[in-house]
């Protein structure tokens, strides 16, 4: 069974960068079948797919976030990473990392909140 | 961008009751298309893949159907425990654009 795990803080000041991991467990990030994307979720709003990576390296943003957007990978810890820099309060949401091989292999992690606040 | 409308947007419904959701994408994306459930404070829920495919342990009660531009979700005999949000997703071009969600409630 994988499970994904986010982690990063909660508050961040606008203008800054959102950096958040997740942490892959029970199974290999390197799996080269699967993909690993970050969703986001304002509240009591719908989902807004952020993009994603493959253990290649290869990446798809969201042209509405690409210029501020940086996925990355890390397979030596079993981690991939969101950056998004220049937040504001429209940044805040909750933040869910999900792997899939657009099959049924379909994974979530428990979702972050977090909130762009002075 | 593929643009994807759901409707309803939201709808009552009572325990024992079929239900249908409908998703149109603004554009044909074959049989690339997912339903998740979504329940309160909680990630959402593989239901459906490759537009009608049940993902396992999912119960049968759930269908999914249609391709190129019309999809629909059915649930055939609602039980308390589906009372949630449902969202299609297409994975046929990114960004793999998100439906608006449909919240199915208790009548």
């Known amino acids: 069974q994988v499970l994904l795990q986010e982690s990063g803080p909660g508050l961040v000041k606008p203008s800054q960068t959102l950096s958040l991991t997740c942490t892959v467990s029970?199974?290999?990030?390197?799996?080269?079948?699967?993909?690993w994307s970050w969703i986001r979720q304002p509240a009591g709003k719908g989902l807004e797919w952020i993009g994603r990576?493959?253990?290649?390296?290869?990446?798809n943003y969201n042209p509405s976030l690409k210029s501020r957007v940086t996925i990355s990978v890390d397979t030596s810890k079993n981690q991939f990473s969101l950056k998004l820099n220049s937040v504001t309060a429209a940044d805040t949401a909750v933040y869910y990392c999900a792997s899939s091989n657009d099959g049924s292999g379909d994974y979530w992690g428990q979702g972050t909140l977090v909130t762009v606040s002075s | 961008d593929i643009q994807m409308t759901q409707s309803p947007s939201s709808l009552s419904a009572s325990v024992g009751d079929g239900v249908t959701i409908t998703c149109r994408p603004s554009?044909?994306?074959?049989?690339?298309l997912n339903w998740y459930q979504q329940k309160p404070g909680k990630a959402p829920k593989l239901l459906i893949y490759a537009a009608s495919s049940l993902q396992s342990g999912v119960p049968s009660r759930f269908g999914g159907g249609g391709s190129g531009t019309v999809f629909t979700l059915t649930i055939s005999s609602l039980q308390p425990e589906d009372f949630a949000t449902y969202y299609c997703q297409q994975t046929y071009s990114t960004p793999y654009t998100f439906g608006q969600g449909t919240k199915l409630e208790i009548k």
């Open positions: 029970g199974g290999s990030i390197s799996s080269g079948s699967y993909y």
């Open positions: 990576i493959f253990t290649s390296g290869g990446t």
């Open positions: 554009q044909s994306i074959s049989s690339s």
